[in-house]
């Protein structure tokens, strides 16, 4: 859907409010602020008028307003849209409505059922917020008999047993497509596969028939590819091949931290890809380092030649401590769902994929639960250090070229799973009113490993479905327009 959607849609909302014009009252006005749109190009100074969270009118005249903001000299830009956040609790979506995310997705783990994702947001959000399918819930249902739901139940997470490294036989493979299909007829936004977490216990087989019923359905895949060692592209070589084969659309969770040193050599392999009919993209981090449990599959295996580092080179993320063997044995012992930062991307491998044109970028930030136990800073500054770092201060891109990569080429993905994401990533009229007004010189984030929940400046007020959520870097309590999207893949004929 684009701008001949949104003009029909605004018809469609301005007979519903009675003919609302610029010459009444808006809801909310954003007024003098500096819009950019990447999708139609617009970046100008502009009023903007917000009636029933939705974008009614934007226009170089003053509109009227029952609640005026005045964004003079900052920038008005679409809600950022986290495709990649482990992170779906109420200090969770704190934190990232801060960083300006508008909408907190999880495509790579995802859950099932996919209401699981959220779960913590009984009592209400901030923020928009969903999740693709969980294939590791599905298959610790068939393998195990056992519900898990999500990646963490209250302060725990739920990772590990024979789900993660038995084989199915074919069927168990069949039982899984059941429920896989079960959870897109839920509403979630595609499938999630964490495959290089479960290496050994996904076959070929089994991999095939994720993607026939993602095909089957046109719904996007996001994968954590089987890592080899560092820079071994056989992990995604696998996925392209059945992409090609089968035609469902793929995500390839944070290339950077999967591709290292080759990041332009799998571009190029998914370029090649396209160029032949496929449709895969990716998405980056912005912080150089990677988080995950201390039991991760690839911690199995020799993973200091993986990722060419020393077992000085990862910290105990609760604490921040840089661990030595000693302590990582005794952690991996005692707490092997504890959490860990292991030190490795290097800064060239991310500024090699922010080049790539449809780049992505995400958070992949780990749950954050309790401020007296850490996670990473991913949540707090990803999106900050994304405008800040690399937009203003490396001059990698425009601002709207930035912009995209966390606002529409989201939603762009995932329109054909779920329409509501063309109202998504834009300031247009007809869109949803989601938006995020900011200084683009002072933008910058704050947090660090170690001080993962330091806010980050730059950013005057979060809009989302036309209700402030966000005020001079302050999370408003009790205001939460926040809603679950669902998915509503097709049949494909």
């Not at 900052?74 to 992170?87: L, N, R, T």
């Not at 591709?259 to 150089?288: C, F, K, Q």
Request: with cysteine; hydrophobic share 45%.
């Amino acid at each position: 859907m684009r701008a001949f959607g949104f003009l029909g849609m605004c018809l469609v909302f301005l007979m519903g409010t009675g003919g609302l014009t610029a010459a009444q009252t808006f809801d909310l006005v954003i007024a003098n602020g500096r819009v950019i749109d990447p999708e139609s190009g617009l970046d100008a100074v502009r009023h903007v008028g917000i009636h029933q969270g939705t974008i009614i009118a934007i226009s170089e005249d003053e509109l009227a307003g029952a609640q005026v903001v005045d964004a003079r000299e900052q920038i008005v830009a679409p809600g950022f849209i986290d495709i990649h956040s482990h992170s779906p609790s109420r200090l969770g979506s704190a934190i990232q409505v801060l960083d300006g995310v508008t909408t907190q997705l999880d495509l790579e783990a995802g859950a099932f059922p996919v209401s699981a994702y959220g779960e913590h947001f009984a009592g209400g959000t901030p923020i928009n917020f969903g999740a693709s399918v969980a294939h590791f819930a599905v298959r610790t249902k068939v393998i195990e008999g056992r519900d898990v739901p999500y990646l963490f139940s209250g302060m725990t997470l739920m990772q590990g047993g024979a789900a993660f490294v038995q084989e199915a036989t074919p069927a168990q493979i069949e039982e899984m497509r059941g429920l896989l299909v079960e959870g897109l007829d839920q509403g979630g936004l595609g499938i999630g596969i964490l495959l290089d977490y479960m290496s050994v216990a996904v076959n070929e087989a089994e991999l095939r028939m994720i993607f026939e019923v993602a095909s089957s359905r046109d719904a996007p895949i996001a994968v954590h590819v089987r890592r080899g060692y560092a820079g071994d592209p056989a992990g995604l070589i696998e996925i392209v091949a059945l992409a090609e084969e089968t035609g469902a659309p793929v995500l390839i969770n944070h290339i950077t931290h999967s591709a290292m040193h080759a990041v332009p050599e799998w571009l190029s392999l998914i370029d090649a890809a396209n160029a032949r009919g496929a449709r895969i993209t990716t998405e980056t981090l912005s912080y150089a380092a990677g988080g995950t449990s201390i039991s991760a599959a690839v911690f199995s295996r020799d993973w200091q030649k993986i990722f060419n580092i020393e077992y000085s080179d990862v910290q105990w993320t609760a604490t921040g401590e840089w661990l030595t063997e000693e302590s990582w044995q005794r952690y991996r012992a005692e707490q092997p769902t504890g959490m860990v930062n292991h030190h490795y991307v290097k800064e060239d491998w991310i500024e090699s994929a922010l080049a790539w044109p449809g780049m992505m970028v995400a958070t992949d930030v780990t749950p954050a639960l309790d401020r007296d136990v850490l996670a990473n800073p991913n949540g707090a500054g990803r999106f900050h250090r994304c405008l800040g770092h690399y937009v203003r201060e490396r001059k990698l891109m425009s601002l709207s070229e930035g912009l995209a990569r966390i606002t529409l080429y989201p939603a762009q993905w995932l329109e054909s799973v779920a329409p509501q994401f063309a109202r998504k990533g834009r300031v247009q009229i007809g869109a949803d009113a989601d938006l995020v007004i900011f200084s683009a010189g002072d933008i910058q984030e704050v947090a660090t490993y170690g001080d993962p929940y330091l806010p980050p400046i730059g950013v005057a007020k979060v809009i989302v479905g036309g209700r402030v959520v966000v005020d001079g870097a302050q999370v408003i309590e009790g205001r939460y327009p926040g809603q679950r999207l669902l998915g509503q893949a097709r049949v494909v004929d």
